[in-house]
């Protein structure tokens, strides 16, 4: 028994063969190379931060030194006059507060005679207090010879974190006073750390690069979160302070992965700490830390460049795939587009038999095939369109059915449902809600059936009773045509056009929003076609009238917008000119049918023969419409 092959396209395969020899290759040696660089960047990333924390503590030592060669330098001019009488010279005063001037980051200069009062010069905003408290912590903490460094302290009268430089002044082998330079860390804590003002937690969860500095206590000294340098926190819990500590400063500078927990959150960091000198007893710890995947994001960069490169190569292999397979397979490929044309509605194509005989007697059974499938769409087509000019003449039969019970209202359905669509274009209602809206006008009255002839054609005003009798043909409509599928998107004006939006309407008393802009467009029209058609308790208003009625009735019965559309297709002709003429048409009807009541009464008659036009204005003897009527004409 042969064994049937499980069928290949052309394409796969030729698209196939170039990933292979094009792509693989590619992305193998890629991604070799990006690993490669990866652990270089990885190298150069770990220098920079051995760099940068170097950098910084040699900051540090340099703010030190330069503050140990001030003190000290006073202290051997004083030693070198050999009297100490000099001390407390106006010349000694001078010379400090120069070079208190010369120097933005001393705080406070003092010299504390052995004896006698000091000998201070200080900056504005720090206290004589502040001064002299500090001066004398210094001189009490002070050990050995040489300039001593004291702890960094907060100044309490200005808030500004300071440390201290003292050193004794010997004159013929006696300590004669103690000089102590206050000087402020402010500058150097902004070169070295920043002072972003930032919070700790934004910092380690965007992973930005945390640098500060802590004293030999593991204490913030800078650090961009001010609060943690206001409160002296201890930095301990970070495995790269305590390996600092613990070393003893011995090392000078080092290189620390670690995992820390900040928030409920860990996180692998890479940290870099250098130890800063001032003198021979202060250390300090530079300290530089980030987490790790955005220190070395570049390498994550590095490998998606791989990636795209390959993707665009894989692209280069499926265009050059593609190009020759379909060349090598053209015929079978026009023939497959052309179907997916036809299953996507276009019937008119047709495809080129070809020369291949197998391929052109395809290609000439697809063509009949494809005129056959077209003949019966365009049929399908015309039939649907009768059915709609069917459904609509049917529509239009019934309304005109329910409109000729009452002479009075001959054609009003007909005339609401264009003056619906006319306030429909101007609201920029599209196509098919126009269609519905003009359906659903047609229909607005189809409840009436249901009401008894002697309301309906009662030739005087309703009474409460009948008027309630009346309210209800939205809802008999309603009830009619829901239940035919076909209508549900005619519902809302049907049912809802005797809606206010003031809530004060029926059936529902629905108010504002909640009644369908097909509903209020209806009202309008159904409201404006009573209000100028004459009925035999009142006369019809002229055009200007009916629409300054239906104005001072916005807020309360009517939609402002809806209004204004009408008012705007009255002023553009669109509206006007079909109500005269249906008003024509209805009332030579009334005249062939009322001839002989004519006869009897000709000033009725002159009357009805003046009215085939709507006038300019109102005659003076005609009886206006009260507003409480307007719900019983327009129903």
Excluded at 75 to 102: F, M, N, W
Excluded at 170 to 176: E, F, Q, S
Excluded at 440 to 466: Q, R, V, W, Y
Excluded at 578 to 591: C, D, F, K, P, T
Aim: hydrophobic share 45%.
């Amino acid at each position: 028994m042969p064994a049937f092959s499980k069928k290949v396209s052309l394409i796969y395969f030729v698209i196939a063969t170039l990933l292979v020899v094009g792509l693989v290759p590619l992305v193998l040696t890629g991604w070799t190379l990006s690993d490669k660089s990866a652990g270089e960047l990885r190298a150069a990333e770990n220098r920079y931060q051995i760099q940068l924390v170097q950098e910084k503590a040699r900051r540090i030592e340099m703010f030190g030194r330069r503050f140990e060669s001030i003190v000290e330098g006073l202290a051997v001019a004083l030693e070198l006059s050999h009297d100490p009488k000099v001390i407390g010279a106006q010349g000694t005063e001078e010379k400090i507060g120069e070079v208190l001037r010369q120097n933005p980051d001393l705080l406070a200069l003092s010299i504390k005679p052995v004896g006698v009062d000091s000998l201070s010069v200080f900056r504005p905003g720090v206290a004589q207090t502040d001064v002299d408290e500090i001066a004398a912590s210094a001189v009490n903490n002070h050990k050995g010879d040489g300039v001593w460094i004291g702890s960094p302290q907060r100044i309490a009268s200005s808030g500004t974190l300071a440390v201290t430089f003292s050193r004794e002044v010997k004159i013929n082998g006696a300590v004669a006073a103690e000089i102590v330079a206050i000087a402020s860390m402010q500058n150097i804590a902004q070169t070295v750390a920043g002072i972003s003002g930032a919070r700790n937690e934004d910092l380690w969860r965007q992973g930005l690069p945390i640098i500060f500095v802590v004293d030999g206590r593991g204490r913030a000294i800078f650090y961009p979160d001010k609060s943690f340098v206001e409160t002296g926190r201890p930095m301990t819990d970070l495995k790269i302070v305590s390996e600092w500590l613990e070393s003893g400063s011995q090392v000078q500078s080092a290189l620390v992965p670690f995992t820390a927990e900040e928030a409920g959150s860990k996180y692998d960091m890479i940290g870099a700490y250098s130890t800063a000198r001032i003198g021979s007893n202060q250390n300090f710890g530079v300290f530089t830390m980030q987490d790790t995947s955005r220190a070395l994001a570049i390498v994550g960069e590095m490998k998606w460049q791989t990636w795209m490169i390959s993707l665009l190569f894989a692209v280069f292999a499926l265009g050059a795939g593609l190009v020759l397979s379909r060349w090598m397979t053209s015929p079978l490929l026009h023939l497959a587009a052309a179907a997916k044309q036809i299953a996507g509605g276009d019937f008119s194509k047709r495809v080129k038999e070809g020369n291949i005989t197998e391929i052109g007697t395809l290609g000439e059974s697809f063509n009949v095939m494809s005129e056959k499938i077209e003949e019966q769409i365009a049929n399908l087509a015309r039939a649907a369109e009768e059915n709609r000019e069917l459904f609509y003449g049917t529509v239009k039969a019934l309304a005109a059915a329910i409109d000729g019970k009452d002479k009075y209202t001959r054609g009003h359905s007909e005339r609401v449902s264009r003056i619906s669509v006319a306030i429909g274009k101007r609201l920029g209602m599209p196509e098919a809600e126009l269609e519905m809206l003009k359906m659903s006008a047609l229909l607005h009255d189809i409840g009436k059936i249901a009401i008894d002839d002697a309301i309906l054609k009662k030739p005087a005003a309703l009474t409460p009773e009948e008027y309630e009798i009346m309210k209800r043909h939205p809802q008999k409509g309603y009830k009619i045509m829901s239940q035919i599928p076909a209508m549900k998107d005619f519902l809302p004006g049907m049912y809802m056009h005797h809606e206010m939006v003031n809530g004060e309407g029926y059936p529902q008393g629905l108010k504002g929003d909640e009644i369908p802009l097909q509903a209020k467009i209806v009202s309008v029209a159904d409201t404006f076609d009573a209000m100028t058609i004459d009925r035999p308790y009142s006369r019809g208003m002229q055009l200007p009238a009916a629409l300054a009625r239906l104005r001072e009735l916005v807020g309360t019965r009517y939609d402002a917008s809806v209004v204004e559309a009408l008012v705007a297709a009255c002023d553009a002709g669109e509206v006007a000119n079909g109500i005269v003429r249906q008003m024509a048409s209805i009332r030579e009807q009334q005249a062939a049918e009322d001839a002989e009541a004519a006869a009897a009464t000709e000033n009725a008659t002159a009357e009805q023969d003046d009215e085939l036009t709507i006038p300019a204005a109102e005659p003076a003897d005609a009886p206006a419409v009260a507003e409480e009527e307007l719900l019983e004409i327009a129903s």
